[in-house]
């Protein structure tokens, strides 16, 4: 059966009618997506969420926001500012980073990173006040709260809220103990900050007491790593011989302090006595100080091998 043929006049009112077909879809497209603007652009906020905190209390967040639900004078959810609120949010002391989004449910999503503690403060009347994070950001110990186990520090400053410490070797040291191995970690009891440096106590060793470590002001996780060395291969393997001093001060060696008494002997890593080595590397805080050189083993002083790290 042949197929009918249109006249031009059927073609083209045909024409006319998908013309107006496409014309009115495009229009129904138009309004749709003005819907949705108007929709979008008045959406009210209906809850602040927060999600990732644990000592940052939510509402505390919440309030640092500037941001809330409200009935009478709807806040529009995609009218937030959201990088405004995010640095809002940071002025916590916990809270390192704060990621925002906003949902269709009327909900704005605080999702917060909070600073890990990496020492507890010991102020100067012994009382514990703050943690430090590894960038010297102090954070407040939280009511009711069990404390974390991290080594105690002494001889930093006062809590600040929103600065980092100030001195650039404290920071150093701060964030040795934070980036240190389990091993390491196990070692350190408490730490003190002073003007010639970082004294580390060591946990009590098996039938021996604790022991102060001389760290200095700079290189500290290169001494941490010695520590750890020299703890294992010859410290534990010798529970007989007392050790009273552990300096880690000079590049690449550990000197001790060994024997009975109150003399006791003095041993070098390398065979360097520390009366015949060169000054420590932080005996000059303000100046960079060039590394001493290994000298020769010296009359009278025992030498020991320097301890090798373990290989990770």
């Known amino acids: 059966m042949a197929k009918k043929r249109l006249t031009k006049q059927q073609q083209a009112r045909r024409a006319k009618l998908r013309t107006f077909v496409r014309g009115l879809g495009i229009a129904a497209l138009v309004v749709g997506l003005g819907a949705v603007w108007v929709w979008h652009r008045t959406l009210p906020l209906q809850r602040v969420e927060v999600a990732g905190n644990t000592h940052a209390a939510a509402e505390d967040v919440r309030q640092l926001a500037g941001v809330a639900p409200d009935s009478v004078a709807p806040v529009a959810l995609y009218g937030i500012d959201l990088p405004l609120v995010s640095d809002r949010v940071r002025r916590h002391p916990w809270v390192r ?31 514990l006040s703050h943690y430090l994070d590894r960038d010297g950001f102090a954070m407040p110990v939280p009511e009711g709260a069990a404390f974390e186990d991290v080594p105690l520090l002494r001889g930093a400053p006062a809590y600040h809220p929103t600065q980092p410490v100030q001195s650039a070797g ?64 010859a410290v534990l393997p010798r529970p007989d011989v007392p050790v009273h001093l552990v300096d880690l001060r000079f590049a690449g060696q550990v000197v001790t302090r060994e024997g009975g008494g109150t003399t006791g002997t003095t041993r070098a890593a390398g065979g360097v006595a520390p009366s015949e080595a060169a000054a420590p590397r932080d005996s000059q805080p303000d100046a960079a100080a060039p590394e001493p050189a290994a000298p020769s083993p010296g009359t009278g002083s025992d030498s020991v091998a320097t301890p090798t790290p373990p290989t990770p």
Not at 101 to 126: C, H, S
Request: hydrophobic share 45%; aromatic share 4%.
């Open 97 to 127: 980073e704060a990621r925002l989004r906003r949902l269709p449910t009327g909900t704005l999503r605080i999702t917060v990173e909070e600073r890990q503690p990496a020492v507890l403060v010991v102020d100067r009347r012994g009382a």
């Open 170 to 233: 404290l920071r150093e040291l701060i964030a040795a103990l934070a980036d240190a191995d389990d091993d390491v970690d196990a070692l350190v009891s408490e730490v003190e900050w002073s003007r010639s440096g970082a004294t580390l106590t060591t946990v009590p060793a098996p039938a021996r007491g604790a022991l102060p470590v001389r760290l200095g002001r700079t290189g500290h996780a290169d001494a941490l790593a010695r520590l750890s060395a020299f703890w294992h291969q």
